[in-house]
């Protein structure tokens, strides 16, 4: 069976410093990977997603980047994190681009 | 653009009392419909999978309807464990992302 991990599950961070999320798959090779943010009030929002090593595509402008440096790990960055980038980060993987999507366990992140 | 409308934005049921969250859409292309249960602060969890209007699907207590403008998620004789916000996505045919509604908030009271 496929098995998605995140780390870490929480984090607290002041502005202006850097940012590192990790999400890996197990059980599955070449999957489809996503990045999304879920905001108190707000519906989930896809940042990245990435259809294999080294391809990203980036839904929305903003501070964040991402990177999939192996086929299974999907990696979310900053180099300056704004108060505005506090939320719920989720990453997801898909057999296809069409279909349903796969959820990790999620890192709460909060800027202070 | 995609469009996605939950109602009632929190719903509260006595144990065994069945009712319907509504899932409104506008979408481009229906690639999909799908439907989550998200508890706090963990990740959505998938339930369903809709693909065309008159689709039905079940699992356990809940069952999934889609029509042409709407999916309906009917929870019967809910219990405690039911508790959790249930949230709803369409795929299109412009692009990769799940567009989700804002979700419902079930509590389901002893």
């Known amino acids: 069976s496929q098995t998605i991990h995140q780390w870490p599950a929480t984090l607290v961070q002041p502005v202006g410093s850097p940012l590192s999320l990790e999400c890996t798959v197990e059980?599955?090779?070449?999957?489809?990977l996503y990045w999304y943010r879920q905001a108190a009030g707000r519906g989930l929002q896809l940042l990245f997603y990435?259809?294999?090593?080294?391809?990203i595509s980036s839904e929305v402008p903003q501070n964040l980047s991402a990177s999939r440096p192996q086929d299974r790990q999907f990696i979310l960055s900053s180099k300056k994190l704004l108060l505005s980038d506090s939320g719920f980060y989720l990453c997801?993987?898909?057999?296809?681009?069409?279909?349903?999507?796969?959820f990790g366990p999620g890192t709460r992140l909060t800027v202070t | 653009e995609d469009q996605v409308t939950q109602s009632p934005e929190a719903l509260r049921l006595q144990e065994g009392e069945s009712s319907s969250l509504n899932c409104s859409y506008t979408?481009?292309?229906?690639?999909?419909l799908f439907w989550y249960r998200q508890d706090p602060g963990k990740g959505p969890e998938f339930l369903f999978t809709?693909?065309?209007a008159g689709e039905e699907k079940e699992k356990e207590r809940l069952k999934a309807t889609l029509t042409k403008k709407e999916s309906f998620l009917h929870i019967t004789a809910p219990k405690p464990e039911d508790s959790a916000t249930y949230l709803c996505?369409?795929?299109?045919?412009?692009?990769?992302?799940?567009?989700f509604g804002k979700g419902t908030s079930l509590l389901v009271t002893p």
């Open positions: 997801a993987w898909s057999r296809g681009l069409a279909g349903e999507q796969y």
């Open positions: 059980g599955t090779s070449n999957p489809n």
């Open positions: 990435s259809v294999g090593i080294g391809q």
């Open positions: 979408v481009s292309g229906l690639r999909g």
């Open positions: 809709l693909y065309s």
């Open positions: 996505a369409v795929q299109g045919d412009s692009g990769y992302a799940l567009n």
